[in-house]
């Protein structure tokens, strides 16, 4: 666990050392969530009944900051270093390194995660404060969210890890890191809640991971999943964790037959 550690020290150096960029980064994120406040805030004081997808203003709100927050979580910094690696060389010194090489991408995550929920709990408390508060969970309610939000993690990682890999096959990631959140905030439910989707697209997400990185522990936040029904949903990101996990395995072994390392 030793290595492990160290990479997760020096990864948060990193965001030390290159805080200014790492912020930047995450501006993107709160003026993103900002125009969802206000967009949403608008199409509820144009409903007469003051509820959309069964949810009033005030639980909106609570789900559009976890929403804020998984989605910064693992921000585009992480996804960029991920990429980088690839990139600029750097993949072909880790492979003569004792360690595995997914985990320790993993390590350097939570590392830069430590910075990124730093910044989240400041950003999204003051966000929070501007559009009026939104009702917090219970405590046995905010115990499953918190694992749940634990979930997101790996899960999330094991996406932008896969993503960041491909880089091997197009050169670039720029193009894939656009893409992959395109596609996220969609099934997720980032942008708009999965029961306002039609049910052709609420089909799609239910057989698709997406839903575990902001559906899923929204609704444990928000009390619309308890109990037995927020257990099972905390279970599918754990299976789907595993699947992508074994998933971005094989991606990584059919990279590294590509690797070319030119020099002595």
């Known amino acids: 666990m030793t290595p492990y550690l160290s990479l997760s020290r020096m990864a948060w150096s990193t965001v030390l050392v290159y805080r200014t ?3 930047l980064q995450l501006v993107g994120s709160v ?7 206000a967009v ?3 199409l509820f004081a144009g409903d007469a009944d003051g509820s959309l997808a069964g949810l009033s203003w005030e639980q909106m709100k609570g789900y559009l900051f976890v929403s804020f927050l998984t989605g910064t979580i693992l921000s585009s910094f992480t996804d960029g270093q991920l990429a980088l690696r690839v990139l600029d060389g750097s993949v072909a010194l880790d492979l003569v390194r004792p360690i595995d090489y997914q985990l320790a991408r993993f390590a350097e995550a939570v590392g830069y995660l430590l910075g990124e929920l730093m910044v989240v709990a400041a950003m999204g408390t003051v966000l929070l404060l501007v559009f009026g508060g939104a009702p917090l969970p ?4 905010a115990a499953l969210f918190l694992v749940s939000l634990a979930a997101v993690v790996p899960l999330k990682f094991a996406l932008v890890y896969a993503v960041g890999l491909a880089c091997f096959w197009t ?4 193009g894939l890191s656009m893409s992959r959140i395109a596609v996220t905030s969609i099934l997720s439910g980032a942008l708009v809640p999965i029961a306002l989707y039609p ?3 609420q089909t799609i997400c239910a057989f698709s991971p997406f839903p575990g990185i902001v559906s899923t522990p929204a609704l444990i936040f928000l009390g619309e999943a308890r109990g037995t029904a927020a257990l099972s949903l905390v279970g599918v990101q754990l299976l789907w964790t595993v699947l992508l996990w074994l998933a971005a395995r094989l991606v ?4 590294v037959r590509r690797l070319v390392v030119h020099g002595g």
């Open 21 to 23: 960029e790492f912020l």
């Open 31 to 37: 003026v993103q969530a900002v125009a969802l406040f």
């Open 40 to 42: 949403w805030r608008a």
């Open 138 to 141: 219970d405590a046995s309610q």
């Open 171 to 174: 050169g670039n990631f720029h």
């Open 199 to 201: 049910q052709w697209l």
């Open 252 to 255: 990584w072994r059919a990279a």
